[in-house]
Nanobody, 118 residues
Framework: QVQLVESGGGLVQAGGSLRLSCAASGRTFNNDAVGWFRQAPGKEREFVAKMTWSGGITYYAAPAAGRFTISRDNAKKTMYLQMNSLKPEDTAVYFC???????????WGQGTQVTVSS
């Protein structure tokens, strides 16, 4: 079973950018997908975006569409989430996980904190 570890969070001003990384260990398959999720304080975890390792399928939730871009580097077995035009409401802990549809399949890691100041 693939293990995924998030990194790249930090503190950024509104309008700024961050790139998150999700590093996989273990074997990955082209048709498998990785999803990004986030959980803001006091809120439920929500789906953000997903991509298959083949790159053939990408999907964004409404809050991410047009501002976030998911990509991957198969040689490094890493998925990225480029986040631009960040807003204070993007403040959350961001997680990655294997997904089927937009349903997470594995256990959750520690995530990476993203804080956007106004």
């Amino acid at each position: 079973q693939v293990q995924l570890v998030e990194s790249g969070g930090g503190l950024v001003q509104a309008g700024g950018s961050l790139r998150l990384s999700c590093a996989a260990s273990g074997r990955t398959f082209n048709n498998d997908a990785v999803g990004w999720f986030r959980q803001a304080p006091g809120k439920e975890r929500e789906f953000v975006a997903k991509m298959t390792w083949s790159g053939g399928i990408t999907y964004y939730a409404a809050p991410a569409a047009g501002r976030f871009t998911i990509s991957r580097d198969n040689a490094k077995k890493t998925m990225y989430l480029q986040m631009n035009s960040l807003k204070p409401e993007d403040t959350a802990v961001y997680f990655c996980n294997a997904v089927r549809g937009i349903t997470a399949l594995g256990s959750w890691g520690q995530g990476t904190q993203v804080t956007v100041s106004s």
